[in-house]
């Protein structure tokens, strides 16, 4: 996958990477793959979730990053 970045939308990344879903919920994001939530993660960009739910984007970004980039197969 391509460098994650903020104009992303959520439900992409996820998509791609759904090892991804870790780093959301450890940053306090609710699980976006449920429920009303998969809805809004269609429509929201990873910038705009970041600013709802009062988390530091470019941490997140490199998170997201570092999970999307990691060899298959090798723990966290």
Do not use: W, Y
Request: hydrophobic fraction near 40%; aromatic fraction near 4%.
């Amino acid at each position: 996958m391509e460098d994650i970045t903020g104009d992303m939308k959520v439900d992409e990344v996820l998509r791609h990477c759904p090892e991804t879903v870790d780093v959301f919920l450890g940053r306090g994001c609710p699980d976006m793959r449920r429920g009303f939530f998969s809805l809004m993660a269609r429509l929201m960009s990873i910038r705009n979730a970041a600013r709802i739910h009062k988390i530091d984007l470019a941490p997140l970004l490199a998170d997201l990053n570092k999970v999307a980039h990691r060899p298959a197969g090798r723990p966290q």
